[in-house]
Nanobody, 122 residues
Framework: VQLQACGGGLVQAGDSLRLSCAASGRSFGNYGMGWFRQAPGKEREFVSYITWNGGFTYSADSVKGRFTISRDNAKNTMYLQMNSLKPEDTAVYYC????????????????WGQGTLVTVSS
């Protein structure tokens, strides 16, 4: 599966953004999907995960209650709705696909999108 993330931009603290991750290939529905982010000078970190059918989601404590992950298998697309954005959410956001089940480890994801930059000003 090939992935392409989009939807990033420059916003103010408290604003919302929705990221999208479009997948190519007919096997999108077989994959668990995740969002990760990488801030300047920091390691890539887990944000959210959704199971292949959208039945279960998991999120990092830092985004719980503010970010919502979802997917539409008919459209081969995953989303990350980000509300109440904070300056510390500034990062490049990556979508990724895994056949390994729920994981917060980047090494368990076999396909990655190119990343989309989210900048939150104070």
């Amino acid at each position: 599966v090939q992935l392409q993330a989009c939807g990033g931009g420059l916003v103010q603290a408290g604003d919302s953004l929705r990221l999208s991750c479009a997948a190519s290939g007919r096997s999108f529905g077989n994959y668990g999907m995740g969002w990760f982010r990488q801030a300047p000078g920091k390691e890539r970190e887990f944000v959210s995960y959704i199971t292949w059918n959208g039945g279960f989601t998991y999120s990092a404590d830092s985004v719980k209650g503010r970010f919502t992950i979802s997917r539409d298998n008919a459209k081969n697309t995953m989303y990350l709705q980000m509300n109440s954005l904070k300056p510390e959410d500034t990062a490049v956001y990556y979508c990724a696909a895994t056949l390994s089940g729920y994981s917060r480890q980047t090494s368990d994801y076999s396909a990655w999108g190119q990343g989309t930059l989210v900048t939150v000003s104070s």
